[in-house]
């Protein structure tokens, strides 16, 4: 039984043809979606990170803020760039955002993708030590972040605190038990898919990847999930793994929809993310219903992955963003094994 949830990245823009014209507006309007994926449903509110964009950007009051207006979905990011982030600072605002959600973040993180600016990780106090790359140090932090969710003590204590410490060495607070379980990598290539294996964490594998071998994307991105699951049961972990893909994914149900996407048949698309990396982009889906569960019964990764992502087109305002995600869910999601 698959879980379905939605991706939005919370773009923003003052153009009066956006219904999304503020940071406020994109804030405000996550929530508010959240809560409609809720009621409609949905297993999943998963939300983008961006630096330098006017984009979602601070995860972490945002997931809050979700988890207090929800009960029962899923609350997560894909990705947090771990280039940015104080990976202590970054424990305690996972731990407080888990705790006020019940326990209900599942959090995806990464060495991030393609920038707004130049190595804006520096502007935030950042860089590779010596013989280090970017990649290196995102990872670095993300070891470090998975080390102290673990809930084990570390730092001295002051002999003269403030206040009364337990006995032994001390942990951040405050702690969320089991939120350690739920950390996911976005990996972009076949290697870092097993690396997050090795690791402990989940997969999510987006909507583009490293060109590795040619092949089509969905194709490429199956032979992903299983050097994962491999690479997982070879780690001897005792919990089962879980696997996300993203999708843009639309039913065509009323001339609204036609009008927005009905623009004929999407197809994979290769091009750089950075002067040394081909990679592939995966092609959208829009169909009527029928045609759709045909289309997406024939995408190998679907088939092989737990959980689907649904990116949403955020500007276009939580009514429509509701409609889109419940015409999923009623008219084609039972076909894919949800529910």
Known sequence: MK?????????????PQSQTRSAGDALLQSIDLAVAAEELGADGAYFRVHHFARQLAAPFPLLAAVGARTSRIEIG?????????????????????????????QLGISRGSPEQVIDGWRHFGYAPADGETEQDMARGHAEVFLDVLAGEGFAKPNPRPMFPNPPGLLRLEPHSPGLRERIWWGASSNATAAWAAKMGMYLQSSTLKNDENGKPFHVQQAE?????????????????????????????????DRSYFGYGEGEDKIGFIDEQTRAIFGRSYAAEP????????????????????????NQLGVAYNAHVIESILTHVAPALGWR
């Open 3 to 15: 879980k379905i949830g939605f991706l939005s990245f919370g773009h923003w823009t003052p153009s």
């Open 77 to 105: 990011t894909g990705v947090i760039d771990m280039r940015y982030e104080n990976p202590l600072y970054m424990a305690e605002d996972a731990g407080a955002a888990d705790l006020i959600a019940g326990g209900r973040l």
């Open 224 to 256: 992903q999930i299983r050097i994962f699951r491999e690479a997982w049961k070879a780690a001897g972990h005792s919990r089962e793994p879980r696997v996300s893909v993203s999708r843009s994914i639309f039913a065509l149900m009323d001339d609204r």
């Open 290 to 313: 029928e045609l759709l569960i045909k289309q997406l019964a024939e995408d190998e990764a679907i088939a092989e992955a737990d959980t689907l992502l649904l990116t949403v087109p």
